[in-house]
């Protein structure tokens, strides 16, 4: 993929308050697995800060001699300790234990190992130019002293841009970057808990995107996780929620005729924490909206009937496109449930980016993997992009992704569609944006 004309968006703490540290202490309690195997396996050489000792050469804050990829790492791990005559990790290590620890020392070195991730870490902006395959370039910032949670914006017509902060609300962004009062009238946030860095929360404002046809219309449309209508399985309604669309317009500071676009059956809000919603918004050419709902329930995204880790297309009032993949006739519409048939496509973890790609006339999305494995994939109807059957990446604990694929169900790897670009070790890519203009030519 040499040729791909993506920018990724510089990660920051914005994409990292999604990452998947949730997961790991929710779901594992353990603390890194790769600390004790590194400080067992091979802290005596290359020392427990891996730094380098006399006998073995550092492995971060250098240049490494056979190269740094998952892939050289993995060979230099296998392959390059014969001269030692110490230890032969083949044989001695797994090949999961392997990569593992390549993804460990990766992450180590671009310090972006899971157990660092903070949501108020201070974004750092370089002075310095950056450097990509195709141009450099500088980071300049536009609007300071915006919540560590801001998580979307969107240009408007007239220079000013729409920003959603996850707990905060929906403001708008001056031409010259200052930020408006919020907006009234958007809907409610749920309770928050603070642990080890991470946030936990509920009713969360995710996506906003204006209509195609906006300067006509003033439709604004905003994705959020919703928080428990009525009869929830969980008594607590301000921890309980799940993504919603809906669309209203803004006038004399206040967010008005509110219509519903896209909602679940109450039976689909979970108690499952707002960082994994997914929760983007893109609009193709054709009059549809796609959105991306995250992994809200451990074996949501293979159960079709399930609307989470799925991508879901909709007509911009909210109905069923009779193309869809999983649409069925309008005389037997009401046997299948209407968030079955929105379904573009399934198999997603945490995907937290979505866009149109125009050059090619499809969608295109970003997730974050779990210990590597964040993906850039193009969606094509009705595929299964491998959540939790299959990933690239490795358990936080350890091990093969496959902690939920039931024991009885056999899959075919044939039938997962891959991804275009693997991201290991994973930065926890949030958005990304399809760049048309003439800046970046490339
Ligand atoms: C007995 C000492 C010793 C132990 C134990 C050891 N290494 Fe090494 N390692 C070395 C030496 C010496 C080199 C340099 C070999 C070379 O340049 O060909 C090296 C090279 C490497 C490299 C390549 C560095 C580069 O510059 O490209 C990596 C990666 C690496 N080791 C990882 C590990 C990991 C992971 C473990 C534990 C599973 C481990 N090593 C255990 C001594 C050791």
Known sequence: MSTLKIVLLSVSVLAIAGSGFVYYWWETGELDLYVPMFRSHCAQCHGD???GTGAGP??????????????????SI????????????????????IKGLAIFIGERRLGQRFTDFRFDTKINISERSLKTQEHNFRIEAFATGLDSMAFSIEPLPNGS????????????????????????????TGSSLNLMGIKYGAGWLLDVAIHPDYENNGWIYLHYTDLCPTECIDADPLKTSMNRLDRGRIRDGKWVDVETIWQTDPVWYTSRV??????????????????????????????MTNPSGKIHRINLDGSVPADNPFAVASQNASDIPYTQQTIWTYGHRSPQGLEWNYNQGNAWNAEMGPGGGDEINELIAGRNYGWPYFSLGLEYSGGHVERHKPKNVEFDVESIEQTLVDITPSPAISSFAFYNGDQFPK
Not at 67 to 73: E, F, I, K, M, P
Not at 80 to 95: I, P
Not at 172 to 187: E, M, N, R
């Open 49 to 51: 800060d891996l730094r």
């Open 58 to 75: 550092a492995l971060i804050e250098s240049e490494l001699k056979h190269g740094d990829t998952v892939t050289d790492l993995i060979d």
């Open 161 to 188: 841009f729409l920003l959603t902060e996850k707990e905060r609300g929906l403001s708008i962004i001056s031409a010259d970057g200052v930020q408006s009062k919020l907006i009234t009238g958007t809907p409610q």
């Open 78 to 97: 296998a392959n390059r300790h014969g001269a030692t005559q110490r230890d032969n990790f083949k044989d001695m290590l797994s090949e999961v234990d």
């Open 274 to 303: 707002d960082t994994r919603a997914g929760g983007r918004t893109a609009f193709d050419d054709a009059g549809h909206i796609f959105i991306s709902v995250g992994m809200r329930d451990a074996y949501g995204p293979q159960d």
